[in-house]
Nanobody, 120 residues
Framework: QADLVESGGGLVQPGGSLRLSCVGSRRIFDSRGLGWFRQAPGKERQGISFITRRGGTVLYDDSVKGRFTISRDNAKNTMYLQMNKLTPEDTGIYHC?????????????WGQGTQVSVSS
């Protein structure tokens, strides 16, 4: 697994927001595209967002488009995922990783993940 550590998950009510963070090494942030994927209980891993090395291009899965925002601060070796209007379908373990694209198959390495639970 990559030298990446996620944080910011938790339990939130439907309609609420969370901001995930992903801290990594300078080597990764200086040279690679990054992304987020999630795994819901009983479901396959799903790529949900991707950002290029300098942040010029961002991609979102249709399931999160308009609600989630990916960003990165290379000076701080940190990537973020702002998640708004959360629904129970967003529940799962969220991983950040090194990636060349949006699909889960594009991820080459990732962190341990952070749990996001959306429930009333």
């Amino acid at each position: 697994q990559a030298d990446l550590v996620e944080s910011g998950g938790g339990l939130v009510q439907p309609g609420g927001s969370l901001r995930l963070s992903c801290v990594g090494s300078r080597r990764i942030f200086d040279s690679r595209g990054l992304g987020w994927f999630r795994q819901a209980p009983g479901k396959e891993r799903q790529g949900i967002s991707f950002i290029t090395r300098r942040g010029g291009t961002v991609l979102y899965d249709d399931s999160v488009k308009g609600r989630f925002t990916i960003s990165r601060d290379n000076a701080k070796n940190t990537m973020y995922l702002q998640m708004n209007k959360l629904t129970p379908e967003d529940t799962g373990i969220y991983h950040c990783g090194v990636s060349d694209g949006l699909d889960y198959a594009s991820f080459s390495s990732w962190g341990q993940g952070t749990q996001v639970s959306v429930s009333s």
